[in-house]
């Protein structure tokens, strides 16, 4: 874990950081190691101490720690910011919730999250509101297990597929590739219905998951367009007027399944599953 954290950079601007931030380190003697994806892991680092950042926008103090816990590596972050509720606690590590408005996509700690259950490992946040926060993290050390986590037959997830997804938010991309990959499938994303199209065409995929509002090419000219190129070719409409669409009968033209943001892990995967055992 330390070669991730040292190589972790936040850019942080504005208020977040105006107040000052003391920042202080508690690591633990020796070399706390757990195998894992660096990349992976300096992404999990660095939404925690933004996280913490924006906890704290009138200055505090941000400690980082690590440590161990029987066979398990810690990296612990804390600040003394505003905190939470129990009930925002709880629901912390949905997708989409979020305490930050319009500024949050609240799927910063969903995308954790997962990323650490991929590796075996754990996240817990202890919180009291109006006096900080600290975020958990546990995984296991060295060769107490191996790498990444392999995909739970019993869950009903469905793997080895080549996925294109498309969607215009950054995060949201992030967060449904994240739970494809760790059903161990492999995903391409795309930002646009435009660039979706050319890498589709391009490429050789199992099924498309898509947005319906995107630029260039929204997600009901991209579904229509691949069904005329590839008639049964399996997609998947993910968006955030699902329960609308059901609710009046919409079926977009080459849209196999529509799936209302915001959607839970287990529950994606079981949907994604259902749709490719039938075809």
Not at 16 to 35: D, Q, V
Not at 167 to 182: G, H, Q, W
Request: charged share 25%; proline share 5%.
């Amino acid at each position: 874990m330390r070669p991730s954290c040292g190589r972790s950079r936040i850019r942080k601007d504005g208020p977040a950081t105006e107040g000052g931030i003391n920042i202080r380190t508690n690591l633990a003697h020796g070399r706390p190691i757990a195998y894992g994806s660096e990349g992976d892991l300096a992404r999990v680092i660095s939404n925690l101490i933004i996280n913490a950042i924006d906890a704290m926008p009138m200055g505090g103090t941000l400690t980082i720690s690590t440590g161990f816990s029987g066979r398990m590596v810690e990296f612990r972050v804390t600040d003394t910011g505003i905190g939470m509720s129990e009930e925002v606690r709880r629901r912390a590590e949905e997708p989409f919730f979020t305490t930050k408005g319009d500024e949050g996509s609240g799927l910063g700690l969903a995308i954790v999250h997962g990323i650490v259950e991929r590796h075996r490992g754990e996240l817990t946040i202890e919180s009291i509101a109006g006096a900080g926060s600290t975020f958990t993290i546990r995984l296991p050390m060295g060769d107490a297990g191996p790498q990444l986590e392999e995909p739970e037959e019993e869950s009903g997830a469905i793997g080895g597929l080549h996925i294109l997804v498309a969607d215009d938010d950054e995060m949201v991309r992030e967060l449904i590739a994240e739970y494809l990959i760790s059903a161990d499938n492999t995903v391409e994303t795309a930002s646009n219905g435009r660039e979706a199209l050319e890498m589709w065409h391009a490429g050789s995929f199992d099924l498309v998951i898509t947005d319906r509002r995107m630029p260039e090419l929204n997600g009901d000219q991209f579904a229509s367009t691949i069904e005329d190129m590839s008639p049964g070719f399996p997609v998947i409409m993910l968006t955030g007027y699902g329960d609308m669409m059901h609710d009046i009968g919409e079926a977009p033209r080459g849209v196999d399944l529509v799936i209302s943001k915001p959607v839970s892990r287990d529950k994606f995967l079981q949907e994604v599953s259902r749709l490719m055992k039938r075809n």
